[in-house]
């Protein structure tokens, strides 16, 4: 994908890659899944203090939207509050639309706009980081991550003040300009943190090799006996401080199971 992603065009792939991996006799398999990547370098980037500070305390961060979205104490967020603000929060990360919005929750888009202006209440700083992405990508023709990756958005330049369509149409591109710093930077995260996983590993010398990455999931196979060596090595690799986002450390759930869980 243009964000330096893997992608695959079968939708459900996820599901048959996870049927048919299986470790042989004794040997594990290892999952490292990034926390909530996306939406922590989200908060990173925008310097959004109150969701940093959320992160930072191990808060259900979805509850924690939720809670400032609605005007309540996150100790009374019911289950369909907390998705509400889930979906709010990716919707942040996916350049959500109104529209879009509205339909996966089943609400009017008077009631999706309304969300959307109560989130950017609470956490103004994400507006202003969607803002900048879209000048720079208007200015530049181009939009680039905190790694320097760039993609080339040059459709700006194809629609003129003329043009019927010209908002629509540039609030699509401005949607991906963001939406490319946020997913962009986290696939070089994982990137990264996958070759030094590798290296280390081969370093070591220890019986344990990776099989495939899987969104902001990596996992592996090791024998018993190295299984939680790898384990541990794996999470210090991946959650080394990112020097470009501030020396943010992005924590990583780490899983031994007998099949990939």
Same mark, same amino acid.
């Given at each position: 994908?243009?964000?330096?992603?893997?992608?695959?065009?079968?939708?459900?792939?996820?599901?048959?890659?996870? &049927?048919?991996?299986?470790? !042989?006799?004794?040997?594990?398999?290892?999952? =490292?899944?990034?926390?909530?990547?996306?939406?922590?370098?989200?908060?990173?980037?925008?310097?959004?203090? &109150?969701?940093?500070?959320?992160?930072?305390?191990?808060?259900?961060?979805?509850?924690?939207? *939720?809670?400032?979205?609605?005007?309540?104490?996150?100790?009374?967020?019911?289950?369909?509050?907390?998705?509400?603000? %889930?979906?709010?929060?990716?919707?942040?990360?996916?350049? /959500?639309?109104?529209?879009?919005?509205?339909?996966?929750?089943?609400?009017?888009?008077?009631?999706? /706009?309304?969300?959307?202006?109560?989130?950017?209440?609470?956490? $103004?700083?994400?507006?202003?980081?969607?803002?900048?992405?879209?000048?720079?990508?208007?200015? !530049?023709?181009?939009?680039?991550?905190?790694?320097?990756?760039?993609?080339?958005?040059?459709?700006? =330049?194809?629609?003129?003040?003329?043009?019927?369509?010209?908002?629509?149409?540039?609030?699509?591109?401005?949607?991906?300009?963001?939406?490319?710093?946020?997913?962009?930077?986290? *696939?070089?995260?994982?990137?990264?943190?996958?070759?030094?996983?590798?290296?280390?590993?081969?370093?070591?010398?220890?019986?344990?090799?990776?099989?495939?990455?899987?969104?902001? =999931?990596?996992?592996?196979?090791?024998?018993?006996?190295?299984?939680?060596?790898?384990?541990?090595?794996? %999470?210090?690799?991946?959650?080394? $401080?990112?020097?470009?986002?501030?020396?943010?450390?992005? $924590?990583?759930?780490?899983?031994?199971?007998?099949?990939?869980?």
């Amino acid at each position: 994908a243009v964000t330096g992603r893997l992608k695959s065009g079968i939708h459900n792939m996820p599901h048959v890659v996870r &049927s048919i991996i299986a470790p !042989k006799e004794g040997r594990k398999i290892i999952s =490292a899944d990034y926390e909530q990547l996306e939406l922590r370098i989200l908060a990173v980037l925008a310097r959004e203090e &109150s969701m940093l500070q959320a992160f930072s305390r191990g808060l259900d961060i979805h509850a924690f939207t *939720a809670s400032q979205v609605f005007g309540i104490p996150m100790g009374k967020v019911d289950k369909v509050q907390r998705a509400r603000g %889930k979906t709010v929060n990716f919707g942040q990360v996916y350049g /959500q639309q109104e529209q879009s919005l509205a339909e996966q929750l089943h609400i009017t888009e008077d009631e999706s /706009q309304e969300l959307q202006n109560k989130f950017f209440e609470r956490f $103004p700083r994400i507006a202003i980081f969607n803002d900048d992405c879209h000048q720079m990508a208007r200015s !530049k023709g181009h939009i680039e991550n905190a790694f320097g990756r760039r993609r080339r958005l040059s459709a700006y =330049a194809l629609y003129r003040d003329t043009d019927n369509d010209k908002e629509f149409r540039l609030g699509g591109l401005d949607r991906q300009a963001a939406n490319f710093c946020i997913q962009s930077a986290g *696939a070089d995260i994982f990137s990264f943190g996958m070759r030094r996983v590798h290296d280390r590993l081969r370093a070591l010398k220890l019986d344990a090799s990776l099989i495939l990455p899987h969104h902001d =999931a990596l996992v592996l196979e090791a024998s018993e006996g190295d299984s939680k060596e790898a384990s541990r090595i794996v %999470k210090e690799e991946m959650e080394k $401080p990112v020097s470009e986002l501030d020396g943010t450390v992005f $924590p990583a759930e780490i899983r031994i199971a007998g099949c990939w869980e």
